[in-house]
């Protein structure tokens, strides 16, 4: 089992910046993918950045603005949000996906508890 205690979400003004940090309670060398999600009320969970053995993916949305990155030290995934907008009000997810033995079996996805960004003067 992989523990993803989230951290850094908060109030913030139009154009300020958050930084979110997901701790794991496991060496990131032990994850595939590795990835942020959020979610308003009444809509779906969407995906806002991932890394990925392929690469690192951003949506469309938040492209340019945000960064993900990993901190295998500290065993940290975290997202810089800058020139935040208030369609950036969301709960946002850690998600990571284990590695698996052969053929990818064994793999087991995680999610953390969501932290709460809310952007608004």
């Known amino acids: 089992q992989v523990q993803l205690v989230e951290s850094g979400g908060g109030l913030v003004q139009p154009g300020g910046s958050l930084r979110l940090s997901c701790a794991a309670s496991?060496?990131?060398?032990?994850?595939?993918?590795m990835g942020w999600y959020r979610q308003t009320p009444g809509n779906e969970r969407e995906l806002a950045a991932r890394?990925?053995?392929?690469?690192?993916y951003y949506a469309d949305s938040v492209k340019g603005r945000f960064t993900i990155s990993e901190d295998n030290a500290k065993n940290t995934v975290s997202l810089q949000m800058n020139s935040l907008k208030p369609e950036d009000t969301a709960v946002y997810y850690c998600?990571?996906?284990?590695?698996?033995?052969?053929?990818?079996?064994?793999?087991?996805?995680?999610w953390g508890q969501g932290t709460l960004v809310t952007v608004s003067l």
């Open positions: 496991t060496r990131l060398s032990s994850l595939n993918v």
């Open positions: 998600n990571v996906r284990t590695r698996g033995g052969a053929y990818g079996f064994g793999s087991k996805e995680y």
């Open positions: 890394i990925t053995p392929s690469g690192t």
